[in-house]
């Protein structure tokens, strides 16, 4: 991840009908989101400081969050944050080159007259 910051409350809140994961760490991001016009405001405070995608992964079978918006939240925020995998190319079986053939390279000696056997 592009940052190590830590986080200690974690949640969903929902704007303009789009819910999101939301991270602070204070449970007084509660106010500032209301104040922002969000809407169903769920913010948990977790046991131990956490990176966001830790926090993610620690909350999303809570009870709290098991509602539909919320879980698709966490399943997008889990696929675009999540390490990707890079895939190991596999050796693919090559058709073996037949060995060159060798050419046929005959140089027709000019006869020189003046040249004795």
């Known amino acids: ?8 409350v974690v949640g ?23 104040k922002h016009g969000h809407t169903d405001i769920v913010l948990v405070e977790l046991d131990t400081a ?36 890079k895939s190991v190319a596999t050796p693919t079986a090559t058709k073996a080159k037949a060995p060159a053939k060798a050419k046929a390279t005959a140089k027709v000696a000019e006869m020189d007259e003046n040249i004795p056997f």
Not at 12 to 34: C, I, M
Not at 65 to 79: G, N, P, V
């Open 1 to 8: 991840m592009a940052t190590d910051k830590l986080f200690t």
């Open 12 to 34: 969903t809140s929902k704007l303009d009908g789009e819910t999101k994961v939301r991270f602070a760490n204070d449970t007084l991001r509660t106010k500032v989101l209301q």
């Open 50 to 85: 956490m990176t966001k995608l830790e926090a993610v992964k620690t909350i999303q079978f809570a009870e709290e969050f098991q509602s539909a918006a919320s879980q698709a939240a966490f399943a997008d925020y889990l696929d675009a944050k999540s390490p990707k995998v």
